[in-house]
């Protein structure tokens, strides 16, 4: 695998680091007060009776039965996404599918799972969960309440994680002990920062995922979200103090159920040094397991076939849950 690739970004996305440097950067340490800070949070979100309302979507599939959902996260908050049943087979498992920055327009149905139920909430803010004043667009999502870590959207976001998990054991009460979470960029940082708090979540997959080791995070340069809260910076020099409790890499030191992480060598969008620093966290264990990619967030010539074998590692890995 290699990070030369051919771009036309004023910055390097690979850093100038090879596989090993990548894999040599450690988390930062959780600031005073993060698990409680957690906890009280997923003690919130548990309370919250869910409430979810399913009915018949437009869209439709030979293998799925697709539904529109709704459920009630945290602050009374509606979140909306889509449900996926299996139309043949029994259910056997769950599955959360978080969404990237840029949201979600529709289910993914290729996803490499059976006998699962599936659900793909949007985050508050974003697509189907619209919330004012939180802005969908993520340059101001990302700073949404941002000096007010009690209120910052990313830990609401979080809530709704927790939130679609109780909506599906509501639908489903037998499926307790056997969900799985898996989320790209913005929802593997989101599912990071919630899985370790969450006994109800048996595994997780992450991919590329953002949030990780806040002070590079913060210094790097960047094309995502990252960039925006940079910017912020320049006049509130503080910010660092409140982003330390939403640290992506600092909460994966806890996670103890077995991972998949997809990092990767060149990402102009979230940098690899704070994916690598989200997979590097997790408790060495035959259970996890860490897949390289080429690149993150660009196209590249063997992006198909990585995809493919990364959906093959998918499939065994959820087909357990």
Same mark, same amino acid.
């Given at each position: 695998m290699s990070t030369k690739m051919k771009h036309n970004f004023p910055f390097d996305p690979s850093y100038g680091l090879t596989l090993e440097g990548l894999r040599a950067i450690e988390p930062p340490p959780a600031p005073p007060g993060f698990d409680d800070f957690w906890q009280a949070r997923y003690k919130k979100a548990l309370a919250v009776e869910p409430k979810p309302v399913v009915r018949a979507a437009k869209a439709s599939h030979p293998d799925?039965? #697709?539904?529109?959902?709704?459920?009630?996260?945290?602050?009374?908050?509606?979140?909306?996404?889509?449900?996926?049943?299996? &139309?043949h087979g029994r259910i056997r498992r769950g599955l959360v #599918?978080?969404?990237?920055?840029?949201? &979600?327009?529709? !289910?993914?149905?290729?996803?490499?799972?059976?006998?699962?139920?599936?659900?793909?909430?949007?985050?508050?803010?974003?697509? &189907?969960s619209l919330h004012p004043p939180i802005s969908p667009e993520p340059a101001f999502h990302v700073l949404h309440d941002i000096d007010r870590p009690e209120r910052y959207v990313i830990g609401g976001c979080v809530e709704d994680l927790w939130g679609a998990v109780s909506a599906l054991i509501a639908l489903f009460p037998d499926l307790g002990g056997r969900i799985g979470y898996s989320g790209i960029s913005f929802g593997g940082g989101i599912g990071a920062l919630a899985i370790?708090?969450? !006994?109800?979540?048996?595994?997780?997959?992450?991919?590329?995922?953002?949030?990780?080791? &806040?002070?590079?995070?913060?210094?790097?340069?960047?094309?995502?979200?990252?960039?925006? #809260?940079?910017?912020?910076?320049?006049?509130?020099?503080?910010?660092?103090?409140?982003?330390?409790l939403f640290d992506a890499a600092s909460a994966a030191t806890r996670i103890t159920?077995?991972?998949? #992480?997809?990092?990767?060598?060149?990402? !102009?969008?979230?940098? !690899?040094p704070c994916q690598f620093s989200v997979a590097n966290a997790l408790p060495h264990s035959k259970f996890n397991e860490i897949f390289i990619l080429d690149a993150g967030h660009f196209d590249y010539p063997t992006d198909s076939v990585q995809q493919?074998?990364?959906?093959?590692?998918?499939?065994?890995?959820?087909e357990v849950t």
């Open positions: 799925w039965l #697709v539904q529109d959902i709704t459920f009630t996260s945290t602050d009374g908050v509606t979140i909306g996404g889509w449900l996926l049943v299996p &139309r #599918v978080g969404h990237g920055y840029g949201g &979600r327009i529709a !289910p993914d149905f290729d996803l490499p799972v059976t006998e699962t139920a599936v659900l793909f909430p949007c985050f508050r803010g974003i697509s &189907r370790p708090f969450d !006994p109800r979540i048996a595994r997780g997959f992450l991919e590329v995922p953002t949030f990780g080791n &806040r002070p590079l995070w913060l210094n790097l340069p960047t094309t995502g979200s990252a960039d925006a #809260v940079q910017r912020y910076r320049r006049t509130h020099p503080g910010v660092l103090d409140h982003l330390r159920v077995p991972m998949l #992480v997809a990092v990767a060598l060149f990402d !102009p969008a979230v940098a !690899p493919a074998a990364l959906s093959e590692r998918n499939r065994r890995f959820f």
